[in-house]
């Protein structure tokens, strides 16, 4: 099973609450000016979770937590819970089956992008927004996710793939202008310099080295 880990925290910029300080080491009194220390934590969690006894949190709170990259949940106005019901409800959250569910579906929805991605990759123009916008994702937390599903950011994935194409199309004696925009890229020169950058040597160098004629 797939370990993922969590930070939770409770929003009482009033003190209201009797909450022990150690519970599960996952509780924090949080206020303006406690919660850089909180945040600067974040990185090294997968997602969070607050408990808010405020209808709401101020903007900055969901500012800096959405500039983290990980999924965020939040229960707001929980004032009439009391400590029993929030510890139940962390617990569950984190050791129990929707932590799996989490991870089962953050799974399969890598899976369905990277099929758009494949699909859609050799497309001009195509970027990041576009894979976030057909399926309803933040781009910091997309490229946080993809860079871990895969190993290297998008970008390095995009043209990792778009350069293999370009040395199996040249092999096939494609000349280098149809290579370019058969890729996805618009300029000539562009595509010579991140071919050369990715490869070593430009693409008619490359296409000759492989005796193919032009």
Known sequence: MCRIKG???????????????????????????????????????????????????????????????????SFLGIEELDKPSVQNMVQFIHDGSLVQKFVEEE??????????????????????????????????????????KMGKGFKAYLIYRRMEKAMFLLQEGYSVTDVCYEIGYSNLSYFTRIFKEHVGITPSKYKKSKGVLS
Do not use: G
Request: proline share 6%.
């Open 7 to 73: 930070i939770t925290f409770i929003y009482d910029p009033k003190q209201v609450t009797d909450f022990s300080d150690n519970y599960f080491n996952i509780y924090r009194f949080v206020d303006q000016l406690s919660f850089k220390e909180v945040i600067a934590e974040f990185e090294h969690y997968d997602f969070a979770i607050a408990f808010s006894y405020e209808k709401d949190m101020p903007p900055y709170f969901t500012q800096e937590i959405n500039q983290r990259n990980i999924p965020f949940l």
């Open 107 to 148: 799974t399969t929805l890598f899976e369905d992008t990277l099929s758009f991605i494949n699909r859609n990759l050799f497309e001009p123009n195509f970027t990041l927004w576009h894979v976030c916008s057909e399926f309803h994702l933040s781009e910091p937390y997309y490229s946080k996710l993809f860079k871990k």
